[in-house]
Nanobody
Framework: QVQLVESGGGLAQAGGSLRLSCAAS????????MGWYRQAPGKQRELVAA???????DYADSVKGRFTISRDNAKNTVYLQMSSLKPEDTAVYYC???????????????WGKGTLVTVSS
């Protein structure tokens, strides 16, 4: 099993920045992909960004140019730097991890409990 613990959520103003962190522990040897999903009220969970162990990334079109995902393999931690935040970025953000060799949106093996990000206008 893999445990994922998110931190860094909170309240930000539109145009501001927040940084999310997710630390993985447990049986992490087989984890290749780590990523961030979000779910806004009344909406389906969606991929925000993901990164492979080798550094390949994938972003939702809505966050390209504003969010940056990064990963510290030595610390088993993935980060999401969010800038130029918009009210529509308000959601619960979930960390996820996957053993697959490629990024599979929506098919992650492990999930964190989520952290709330609220962006005020």
């Amino acid at each position: 099993q893999v445990q994922l613990v998110e931190s860094g959520g909170g309240l930000a103003q539109a145009g501001g920045s927040l940084r999310l962190s997710c630390a993985a522990s447990g049986s992490i040897f087989y984890i290749n992909v780590m990523g961030w999903y979000r779910q806004a009220p009344g909406k389906q969970r969606e991929l925000v960004a993901a990164i492979t162990r080798g550094g390949r990334t994938d972003y939702a079109d809505s966050v390209k140019g504003r969010f940056t995902i990064s990963r510290d393999n030595a610390k088993n931690t993935v980060y999401l730097q969010m800038s130029s935040l918009k009210p529509e970025d308000t959601a619960v953000y979930y960390c996820a991890a996957d053993r697959a060799p490629v990024i599979r949106p929506g098919a992650m093996d492990y999930w964190g409990k989520g952290t709330l990000v609220t962006v005020s206008s």
